[in-house]
């Protein structure tokens, strides 16, 4: 048996029924531009630069920075030694050894160079050989270690007979470190023939002298020019005997 169908809607006069709302019309397309980059990895930071850092002042050696102080600044170093805590046994392993090699370092190789060796007390020069040349060097360096305490002896034995500080170890600061214009003047020994102009810078040792002896060793200050005349005789006449052994042994 057959379902009935509905009946078809009427269609309204006049044709097609009606569409939907028609759709706003669509605006000019706008234009592509480029395409942009795909996305990839952050770009690296850009690596600075390293300034070179500069280069540290080389230090010179304790030793060799006092003798610059006491050459170019003796009254304020002066005022620094003279309370300083110290034995002798510091005082020479830190300035006198390596002071008082100097001289004797200079005369050997000027020696072993140019085939002779100054003399003090000729104000002129002598022949010596390599052999002897190390000989002269060798005894020059041990006598100036023993001189500086023999200096030291009568710097104390002079302070006492003057009203000042009777005191060894004292006494070893100003003969060691008044000596140091002495020693550096042994650099002239690399050249035997003008050897002898380094006296005049030794000579400054005698305004060391009268710097560090009132400083030091508590001289009355009305008798510093007898202290230091006095002084000056010492170191000098002990100069004179280590030259004298030191020219025997060449000449022998």
């Not at 040792?205 to 002896?213: D, H, V």
């Amino acid at each position: 048996m057959r379902t009935p169908q509905p009946p078809n809607p009427p269609r309204p006069p006049g044709g097609t029924p009606p569409r939907g709302p028609t759709p706003p019309p669509r605006g000019p397309t706008p234009p592509r531009g480029p395409t942009a980059p795909k996305a990839g990895p952050p770009p690296r930071p850009t690596a600075k630069p390293v300034a070179a850092k500069p280069r540290a002042a080389r230090k010179l050696p304790a030793w060799l920075a006092r003798a610059r102080r006491l050459l170019l600044q003796p009254t304020q170093e002066w005022a620094a030694i003279a309370p300083e805590f110290a034995s002798a046994g510091p005082i020479y392993m830190r300035y006198i050894v390596p002071m008082a090699a100097i001289g004797p370092l200079a005369a050997t190789i000027g020696g072993i160079a140019f085939g002779e060796r100054g003399s003090l007390l000729t104000f002129g020069t002598v022949p010596i050989n390599p052999g002897t040349a190390v000989q002269a060097g060798v005894l020059e360096y041990v006598l100036n270690l023993v001189a500086v305490y023999g200096l030291a002896v009568a710097i104390e034995l002079i302070a006492g007979s003057i009203g000042g500080q009777k005191n060894r170890v004292q006494a070893l600061k100003v003969a060691a470190y008044a000596s140091t214009p002495f020693w550096l003047a042994g650099v002239f020994a690399l050249f035997p023939r003008i050897e002898p102009l380094g006296m005049l810078l030794g000579l400054y040792s005698i305004r060391l002298f009268a710097q560090g002896l009132p400083a030091v060793m508590k001289a009355p200050r009305d008798k510093t020019a007898a202290f230091t005349l006095l002084t000056s005789i010492a170191a000098a006449l002990i100069v004179l005997v280590i030259t004298a052994v030191i020219t025997r042994l060449v000449v022998a």
